[in-house]
């Protein structure tokens, strides 16, 4: 029986205000930054690396929804997956029976994850944290968790206390008292361990702010010291994992860092219906669940539901079949020597890293003197404002969409779908060359923008 609601028509009807609609009753800044930056697109339809608006005109996806969006938008098996689950009639969530889907998906994601056994599934990236700090403290019983500067692991309470940017943290005090050591630093690492009271160390094997990987050597050291000290060693994975590297998990580049919990979160939706997972060895899963009475001691009112089990379920098996780990790690070698290539061409253009399709390009002074005057104006204002200055015209005048990679960084992250290919990398790099081009120029509408940003900085905005 219908009760006459139809989205198709109120999406018709009221799609337009959407930004209206947000600066009233959500977050209103968000669509005064979108504004401001010139990011106030109205995207009428997505599919795979690909969006098109209002005109039908295309854009180039190379942030993929912050990494979310791993297959692209609207993959038809995930897809179908969804549409299947919705038809049939399951007796879900009843919270006192064994239900199928979540124990396939733990089968399925535990085989690409040696030395782990179990599974616990939540919503997000973040749940997905706040469980691994949860278990390494009851299979511990120890109290602290060290972490990264710069390290970005969620922002509900637990873990943003483990998120190194003070950004992040400001107005939120008091928090858990938990410590950070320098990303790669062995020596502080051990200090801290000494103190006896750690219960694990977590750790993104690439940093997402920046796009930093751990030092060559450092993940197996660090295990090794974590395992001397009674301690665990959590890998974050929510964005490098699923193959965004070129491996399923990033940590996999180095033999012998096998971590004790892995957080996953982002691809395994789909892009579709929020998953997180936090997979773990044996021993920390039956600390935490140690009796009957503590069955629900941890638990997601929404977690293992089933259309989010057939979303992960049909995201691994394209991962599988349509060979996207291999794809991913061929394009991001592609994409990054094209790159990279360039930065002896461009004074501006200081380094480009990252891994597989998780790629950093990082701007820098400049050594002539028209273009480090220019540069030092920005600088002043605001750190940042030059890697804006080169993702506001990829969007404005060559339709493709990036980020900066946190907030008073010079740097561009681009962490597009797995399955784009060559002709995406010929798209960006051209369009990238171009706006190298017009900056080293040192004419023209870029460095307008850029006094444009400069006034808003020096005001406050």
Known sequence: MSNGFDLAKLLEERGRERYELHARHLNHQLPRMLR???????????????????????????LSGFGVMGLGRHHPVVRKALHDVLDTPL????????????????????????????????????????????????????????????AFHGLTAGSLSVNGEAGFRDGFAPLLPDTAVGLGDLA??????????????????????????????????????????????IADEVQTGLGRTGDFYAYQHEDGA???????????????????????????????YSSMDRVLVHSASFGS?????????????????????????????????????????YELLHEVRGRGLMIGIEFGRPSSLKLRGRWSMLQAARKGLFAQMVVVPLLQRHRILTQVSGDRLEVIKLIPPLTIGEREVDRFVGAFTAVMEEAHGGSGLLWDFGKNLVKQAMAGH
Not at 43 to 58: I, M, S, T
Not at 263 to 287: N, Q
């Open 36 to 62: 401001t930056i010139g990011f106030d697109r109205v995207y009428q339809r997505a599919e795979g690396a690909y969006f098109w608006d209002e005109e039908g005109r295309d854009y180039l996806d190379m």
């Open 91 to 150: 007796a879900d969530l009843t919270r006192f029976d064994c239900p199928p889907l979540p124990g396939l998906l733990a089968e399925r994601l535990l085989a690409h994850s040696p030395h782990l056994d179990r599974v616990f599934f939540c919503n997000s990236g973040t749940e997905a944290v706040e469980t691994a700090l949860k278990f390494a403290r009851c299979a511990t019983g120890r109290p602290r968790i060290l972490y990264c500067g710069h």
């Open 188 to 233: 502080a690492l051990e200090r801290e361990l000494a103190r006896g009271d750690v219960a694990g160390f977590v750790v993104e094997p690439i940093q997402g702010k920046g796009v930093h990987e751990t030092p060559p050597g450092f993940l197996p050291a660090a295990r090794e010291l974590l395992r001397r000290h009674g301690a665990l060693l």
């Open 305 to 345: 539901n089933a259309q989010a089990m057939a979303a992960g379920l049909a995201v691994l098996s394209v991962i599988e079949d349509e060979q996207i780990v291999a794809n991913a790690r061929a394009t991001g070698d592609l994409l990054r020597a094209r790159l990279a290539a360039l930065v002896d061409r």
């Open 258 to 288: 096998e971590p004790d919990l892995v957080c996953v979160a982002k691809a395994l939706s789909g892009g579709y219906v929020p998953v997180g997972a936090t997979l773990g060895r044996e021993w920390i899963f039956r600390k935490v």
